[in-house]
């Protein structure tokens, strides 16, 4: 069974949180479980969530992470460099636009991500790539042929480098020395915004280009 991936675009900023299930019956992952999360924890009423994993630590990725913890009892995955944003509203940014929620803060995560760790989930691996620069501990999640790339890079655009943390030369050799190094058939599902490909971005993003 080839991996299902389900996207809803969660809260003000429009988030995507995935909704991936495998080859195991019944079981699911979730990814970025934004803010205002109701039509996700509705979906996954009758799922076994086995893992959130969290490209990073902002605001509008892990909105919803206290609520579908508690609701299923699944454990959390997030990169060492973000430990501590998970429990501090002015680290994962939601002391910032007090317009768009209000401070966000929950238990930290139960496991650490790092580069080239393998996770065994839903019957299916998922490699991780510490790809820095929107966030100190932004990392990306493959799984075959699919890229979960958070707000590393979007279609035709890449993430903002000027919040806490982020700088703009780690965001493009995250991208040009990582991201592009896979198959140009690798699909990118980002944090915001349309699914791409590799090959369409190194071909196309007016930000980054590939390496000639």
Not at 31 to 57: C, Y
Not at 74 to 85: A, D, F, I, N, Q
Not at 167 to 179: A, F, G, M, V, Y
């Amino acid at each position: 069974m080839a991996l299902h991936i389900e996207t809803f675009s969660l809260g003000p900023l429009e988030t995507n949180a995935y909704l991936l299930t495998g080859s195991e019956e019944g079981k699911a992952i979730i990814i970025d479980p934004g803010m205002n999360p109701a039509p996700l924890v509705k979906r996954i009423a009758d799922l076994e969530i086995e893992a959130i994993l969290l490209t990073h630590a902002h605001f509008d990725h892990m909105g919803g992470v206290e609520e579908i913890r508690k609701l299923k009892g699944c454990p959390v995955y997030l990169h060492t460099m973000e430990s501590e944003w998970l429990t501090n509203p002015k680290l994962n940014g939601s002391t910032r636009w007090p317009e768009v929620c209000p401070p966000l803060s929950t238990d930290p995560a139960e496991y650490d991500l790092a580069d080239g760790l393998e996770l065994q989930l839903i019957g299916e691996t998922f490699k991780v790539y510490h790809t820095p620069g929107h966030s100190p501990g932004s990392v990306s999640f493959l799984c075959g042929n699919d890229l979960f790339s958070g707000d590393v890079l979007f279609r035709m655009g890449v993430g903002r480098t000027d919040l806490p943390g982020g700088r703009e030369r780690d965001l493009i050799h995250s991208i040009q020395n990582t991201l592009y190094s896979f198959s140009d058939e690798v699909v990118v599902y980002p944090g915001h915004g349309p699914r791409t490909k590799i090959g369409y971005e190194k071909q196309h993003n007016p930000y980054v280009p590939a390496r000639s």
